[in-house]
């Protein structure tokens, strides 16, 4: 179908829409547009008015989008990439044709996995740039559904309208303390006694903290947390001192680090991590190599390799 001129003329109306729900305000996309604010708002009651719908509601926190903004945010993500690929494809804007690819991971991932997993990918695309966010898995998931990266790895979590989640591997959970810690030689501890030990545990805004307090708190129990950390490194390193133990999974752990792990199955359902992107996305022919990529890899292999 040949394209009409009320349908272009959409086009610069849907841009000041696009960068309002990305910042949540008008001064932001203002300021993202080099606009002033009436030309931005003017725009925005134009799209409103052309489309028939209320698009936002003003809150305390700034603009949040309706049901149908929200349907419309989708679309608008799907022509951005589509004219995104255009421009670098044809070469004609020197930060289009730089091909980038941009990632968000948990810590634990972004430190461990994914290095390598990017190594391996250059190889055999050398003209890739990757900017890689490191985040709690919430904050991924607002990023990636606001369309500020292209992927997110992260922990199996419930998945808002719009986005996918791919499985890559699984995990057990497991206790780690210090091979002299007498609480680790006498078999799988109750949670009573974990709750009894000096713990680790990593910051209180990330998906694992949250899951082992909710289970102590199922059974009436609270663990005496002596050190909060959001880097897995810092955890490990403290344990291996003896200072404490953690509670961490089990993908994760290096290997003869003087540690003693004891498998939690009894009380933690195994964990999943994957692969979260958005399903309207349309994918450029490098974002779906690296897709496949991704899925394709042996991840076993690829954390012996990191560790």
């Not at 003017?42 to 603009?63: D, I, V, W």
């Not at 690929?85 to 690819?101: F, M, P, Q, T, Y």
């Not at 880097?231 to 291996?240: E, G, N, P, S």
């Not at 509670?247 to 290997?255: A, G, L, M, Q, R």
Request: net charge neutral.
């Amino acid at each position: 179908m040949i394209a009409q001129k009320k349908d272009c003329e959409i086009l610069p109306l849907l841009r000041s829409f696009y960068f309002i729900a990305v910042t949540g305000s008008v001064s932001g996309a203002a300021k993202q547009l080099d606009l002033n604010q009436p030309a931005v708002s003017h725009q925005l009651r134009n799209l409103e008015n052309s489309l028939g719908r209320r698009l936002f509601r003003r809150t305390r926190q700034g603009m949040e989008l309706t049901a149908e903004g929200h349907t419309l945010f989708q679309r608008a993500i799907r022509i951005f990439d589509i004219a995104r690929e255009i421009r670098s494809l044809l070469g004609k804007d020197e930060e289009a044709a730089s091909v980038s690819l941009s990632l968000g991971a948990i810590n634990a991932f972004a430190v461990n996995l994914l290095p390598q997993a990017l190594q391996r990918f250059l190889a055999s695309h050398p003209q890739t740039k990757f900017t890689i966010t490191s985040s709690s898995a919430s904050e991924l998931v607002t990023a990636i559904a606001q369309a500020k990266i292209d992927f997110a790895f992260l922990r199996a979590r419930p998945m808002p309208e719009g986005l996918l989640f791919k499985e890559l591997f699984k995990s057990r959970l497991m206790l780690l303390g210090h091979e002299s810690n007498p609480l680790c030689e006498t078999g799988t501890p109750s949670l009573a006694e974990i709750a009894r030990m000096p713990f680790i545990r990593f910051a209180p805004e990330s998906d694992l903290a949250r899951l082992i307090d909710e289970r102590f708190q199922q059974d009436g129990l609270a663990l005496k947390h002596i050190q909060d950390h959001s880097h897995l490194d810092a955890i490990l390193r403290y344990v291996k001192m003896g200072l404490g133990v953690s509670i961490v999974d089990s993908f994760f752990i290096p290997e003869d680090q003087g540690f003693i792990t004891i498998p939690l199955g009894d009380y933690f359902p195994q964990q999943v991590f994957g692969l979260a992107v958005r399903t309207e996305k349309h994918l450029s022919g490098l974002a779906g190599h690296f897709m496949r990529f991704i899925l394709a890899i042996d991840w076993e292999t690829q954390k012996n390799l990191a560790f």
